[in-house]
Nanobody, 122 residues
Framework: QVQLVESGGGLVQAGGSLRLSCAASGRTFGRYTMGWFRQAPGKEREFVARISRSDSSTYYADSVKGRFTISRDNAKNTVYLQMNTLKPEDTAVYYC???????????????WGQGTQVTVSS
């Protein structure tokens, strides 16, 4: 069992930056691929980024590539999402999630946090 708690969301102007954190409970954090997803009002949840458990390889949605960076600190049981050059269309609730396999599909992620709101004003 893994419990995830996100933090770091807020209101920022377009072009600004935020860093989201996701703290995980338990001693098995290093066994999981970690992902960030987001859901805007009236839209389906979408993949943002993931970092694998083994070699920390990363993968990004095209919409955030070059602007967002996912990283993890296994010693601190934490995964981060550094978001730069934010755009109004990045406004959403951001969720971190854990998967026992390397995936970008939400249904393959077994554990989810409660989400943190990111609002980007124009």
């Amino acid at each position: 069992q893994v419990q995830l708690v996100e933090s770091g969301g807020g209101l920022v102007q377009a072009g600004g930056s935020l860093r989201l954190s996701c703290a995980a409970s338990g001693r098995t954090f290093g066994r999981y691929t970690m992902g960030w997803f987001r859901q805007a009002p009236g839209k389906e949840r979408e993949f943002v980024a993931r970092i694998s458990r083994s070699d920390s390889s990363t993968y990004y949605a095209d919409s955030v590539k070059g602007r967002f960076t996912i990283s993890r600190d296994n010693a601190k049981n934490t995964v981060y999402l550094q978001m730069n050059t934010l755009k109004p269309e990045d406004t959403a609730v951001y969720y971190c999630a854990a998967s026992s396999i390397v995936s970008v599909t939400a249904r393959n992620f077994n554990y989810w946090g409660q989400g943190t709101q990111v609002t980007v004003s124009s």
